[in-house]
């Protein structure tokens, strides 16, 4: 097995791959990268039992194929070789007894590979169930959604975010069963019968940044235990969560008694602020006073170890009765982050129960609630 | 005590002040800054038992000084506080017991602060030893020395850099008996007599920091157990170490028998290739042979685990006999980092005895040894 290739052309390949190795594994030979090298191309293949991920690097000008073969290279070693060539290009030859020559102008590094039959095959997924969505969505899903899974693993399936596929949309949901994120878009080529799976939260937050600039569509793979996202030149793999994700839609409360809406900007400063001295509370709560008569919203942190801040946020309306609620700042900011618009709307009903926070746009079918805290 | 200030260019004092202050501290007082409120301006003052930094803030348009008084204030807590409100000014106004309003537009904080009384003095040096030295010479001194002091405290004066002044020059010294920096500088105005004195290297690194861009004179007052540096409106205390430095001046060889010369940035990334492999090994050695014979230096970096690189680093002239030589790459890259020419000399004398790396320039006084590995 040999080649030569274009050194930073290589490094954008390898720094994809590197997304599923780990550098401590369990299992050593996952602390590598398989190489395959055919006519065709170069194979690489990295995993880290949660995410696999296989790439193909073509045959071409910048890499130019001497002989095929295999061989697994350790990858935090390797990349940091790669990185620290002096050439333009390097060499990489694969000697007897599995040593690597990797040459580069007056460089050359003999290193020490390991036997790629040793290296665990990556599920085989049939292309029965199959559909194509565009990155970009997909993309928006996940962000959108994925901040609000659990990380405590009391119930495993709360660490994913539960995806339905139908012909027409595509509605995705978070929840660690303090607050919520659902979001519905409609698609124009689903699959023929509706799905659902539930992809693990870290998972996804990788394959968000390995499409992170992609423009085409994705095409999805489905397996019994995994499932297979497809573009590019490149395959990510990611194990699905067993078990059935709770039914959220009977907790999204029908009606409102008082409705706020800021600009998201404005509540984001105004909580950043409160947080600074609610941060060091266990409860960690902020108070927010409606004062419907005076159209007046009143934020309140307080810590008796630190002190107290409390100040009015601008308000683009208020409608219904007054109220006065405490809740986490964080579940907030983090609502307002992901936000679609610039403006949200805030709907309460009592002070006890579960609020929603909205787009001002009709047309967005995202809701997140976020579930009060008792501060008396 | 009140004052209204202009809110980003108290934040650039604040900055300073915070560079003394631990955000934990088994003396709790010194989690905050003492703050002082005179007609002339405030005095904050922040100090982590090692380092002590005051700084006047002068009474102008930005400062308006309504009530003058003192207070302590959590220097973590007010930080953020101050980075975060909404306003272009703030005001801070102190309250009974201790309470401190702080208001910045629609945004109102009231913090607990401390009993200013309880807060240490910092100690009186005195004018009668003083004298006026250079930022750029200083900041210099500390750069090319600092880094070569032990960090381990089996030999606590070796964990500073040792500093003697004189009329015409000034000498700073560090070594960690592995290696070793020492750098002489001319000056115009030193003081009368010669004064030495061992200032600790972590607290010369933020004194570097602070005066980063200054270009004026700083001025040193000595004490007998602390020395204050004094420039812009800021005073910088550091305590002294104790005890006598080593004389090192023996340990620098008169005479070399091997002399090769590199550019210092062929020979680095050379050594940062081959700290990959060797980084792993207890011993972490590279080899360098110079071959004079054939005008060629080869350096090889070896770990039985991982494999092996090996490489011919362009020199610029070998004079004398041919040497095998074993050291520690990082202290060799080190070295090279602090050089102040683009080309170094290295003159070696034999396999085992330290050699030293020098610019090509000899107006320049700046010698940093190096002590080889046995690795038979």
Chains 1, 2 share one sequence.
């Not at 002096?86 to 020559?101: A, H, L, M, R, W």
């Not at 008082?258 to 108070?287: C, G, I, W």
Request: aromatic share 6%.
């Amino acid at each position: 097995m040999k080649f030569t290739v274009n050194r930073s052309y290589f490094i954008n390949n390898l720094n994809s791959v590197l997304k599923a190795t780990s550098s401590r594994s369990t299992i050593p030979i996952l602390e590598g990268i398989k190489m395959v090298l055919t006519d065709e191309g170069l194979v690489m293949t990295g995993s880290n039992t949660d995410i696999s991920i296989e790439l193909l690097v073509k045959a071409s000008d910048d890499l130019q194929i001497a002989s095929t073969g295999e061989i697994v290279v350790r990858a935090h070693l390797f990349s940091d070789i790669v990185r620290k060539l002096p050439g333009k290009d390097f060499t990489f030859d694969v000697q007897e007894g599995n040593q690597i020559k990797i040459t580069s102008e007056h460089a050359e590094y003999m290193i020490n590979g390991l036997d790629p039959s040793a290296y665990p095959r990556l599920p085989e997924i049939s292309d029965d169930q199959s559909f194509a969505i565009s990155a970009k969505t997909l993309r928006e899903l996940i962000t959108q959604t994925v901040f609000a899974v659990a990380t405590d693993n009391s119930r495993p399936t709360l660490t994913g975010v539960s995806f339905t596929f139908s012909q027409k949309q595509i509605k995705a949901v978070a929840t660690d069963s303090h607050r919520l994120s659902q979001r519905v878009v409609g698609v124009d080529n689903g699959p023929s019968e509706d799905l659902s799976l539930i992809i693990p939260g870290k998972n996804l937050q990788e394959l968000a940044q390995l499409i992170a600039d992609a423009d085409e569509d994705l095409k999805v793979f489905l397996g019994d235990s995994q499932v297979r996202f497809d573009f590019d030149n490149l395959s990510f793999y990611t194990r699905l969560l067993e078990g059935a994700y709770p039914n959220v839609d009977r907790l999204l409360p029908a009606t409102s008694s008082t409705s706020v809406q800021f600009h998201v900007s404005d509540l984001l400063s105004a909580l950043s602020r409160a947080s600074l001295v609610t941060h060091v509370n266990r409860t960690n709560a902020v108070q927010m006073e409606i004062d419907a008569e005076n159209n007046r919203v009143n934020l309140t942190g307080n810590s008796p170890d630190l002190g107290k801040v409390e100040e009015t946020v601008e308000n683009l309306g208020i409608e219904g009765k007054s109220l006065t609620i405490s809740f986490n700042p964080d579940y907030m900011s983090a609502a307002l982050r992901a936000s679609v618009t610039d403006i949200v709307v805030i709907n309460f009903t009592e002070a006890l129960r579960p609020f929603t926070v909205v787009p001002n746009d009709n047309e967005i079918d995202f809701i997140q609630l976020i579930t009060p805290i008792r501060t008396f």
